[in-house]
Structures are given as C-alpha cells and as structure tokens.
C-alpha cells in the first residue's frame, strides 16, 4: 500500500488556477501509476485524469481536457494536477489514488487500491 496526502486546494474565482500536490510514502512510487479523480456533493466520483508510473503517457476525461495538467516527478514521489480557467462546476472534493497496474491508463476508481483524503476545491462565478 502507499500512502497519498493531497494539497493545495482552496477557494478561486472562475477563470483561475490552482495546482493540487499528492505526496506519496509507503510502497515505491514508480511502482504505480496515478490518478486524479472528483467527487461534487451530492454526485458519484468521477475520473480526472491518470499518468503512468514513467510520466510519458497521460488520459483525461473529456472535461478536463485542455484545462488540466497531470503530471508526475518520481524523484519526489508527488504526483500534480495543474487546473486552469477553472469554472464553478469543477468545484468538488479532489482525490488522488495509486494503482498498482503502473503502465495502466485506467480510469474507473475501482482500478485503484490506495485513496488520499482529499482536497476541496470551490471555484466562485
């Protein structure tokens, strides 16, 4: 198992950015790729973005497409998510997650085994 802590977000006006940090411990972080996903009150979790254990090949749902950024720097176990020209329904909890299929590009929570606790993330109009 690993262990994620998520920071960095926060209350941001429409159009802003934040860069959201999950910091790994545990079980070797190369050893697992890494996800991002989002859970709104009152909805189900959905899939974010994901990047293999190497950095090289990244997946986003469709929304997130040419707003956010995944990324990865395995030589400080932290995994990123780079959100810009946010808009109030990004506005959700954001969790990270490891998955142990580390050249998987999976995209349903249930492809991974360890969660962080989340960051809020509000986004005013």
């Known amino acids: 198992q690993v262990q994620l802590v998520e920071s960095g977000g926060g209350l941001v006006q429409a159009g802003g950015s934040l860069r959201l940090s999950c910091a790994a411990s545990g079980r070797t972080f190369t050893q697992n790729a890494m996800g991002w996903f989002r859970q709104a009150l009152g909805k189900e979790r959905e899939f974010v973005a994901t990047?293999?254990?190497?950095?090289?090949?990244?997946y986003y749902k469709d929304f997130a497409k040419g707003r956010f950024t995944i990324s990865r720097d395995n030589s400080k176990n932290t995994v990123y998510l780079q959100m810009n020209s946010l808009k109030p329904e990004d506005t959700a909890v954001y969790y990270c997650a490891a998955n142990s299929r580390r050249s998987n590009l999976d995209t349903s929570y249930s492809a991974y085994s360890s969660w962080g606790q989340g960051t809020p993330v509000t986004v005013s109009s």
């Open positions: 990047i293999t254990w190497s950095g090289l090949s990244t």
